[in-house]
């Protein structure tokens, strides 16, 4: 699954150095803990990265680097792929980003989509380091037809793939000649 994956969270790199934009209804900042917390109808943008949640909570360490906690019902990021017209998006009860580590953590009905492709878990984790991917199934993923909590993955083949299949007709390798040793059938 990991290699599956590996490919689709690689960010657009030019987020991090675009100004972070935050909206909501309600803002609490304690400068002395380096935490600000933002409730009611958040929106978190950053270059072609966006997150809607509930709430989100960030905290910045000492070194200056910068911990997210999203929740929501769901909490939802949308961010484009670097090098393709494409994004990626995920949902969950609760995202917790580590800046550090360059690491997602996506906690209880968690769900990653690439294009068609998608992956359904209980918990997901991506470190963008190592382009890593780790899905675990469990209790928040038991649905209809699914009633063991298992992780849920649909991958699409590559369109190339597609296109290599040949539909029709098969092509002779020698042109058909008619044949002239064929007799008519004798009436009975």
Known sequence: MACVLSGPALAEKSDRTKPVNVE??????????KESVFEGNVTL???TLMLKADRIVVKQDAQGFNYGFAYGKPAYFRQ???????????????LEYD???DKMQMFTNAEIRKGIDEVKGDYISYDAVTEFYQV????????????KGRVRATIQPPPQAADK???GPAKPSVPLQPSTNLREPKEQ
Do not use: C
């Open 136 to 147: 675990i199934g469990g209790p928040s993923v038991t649905t209809v037809g699914n009633p």
């Open 80 to 94: 484009k792929r670097e090098g393709f017209d494409e994004y990626i998006e995920g949902f969950s009860e609760r």
């Open 45 to 47: 943008t950053q270059g």
């Open 99 to 101: 800046g550090r580590k």
């Open 24 to 33: 909501a209804d309600k803002l609490t900042m304690d400068d002395n803990k």
């Open 165 to 167: 299949l040949h539909v």
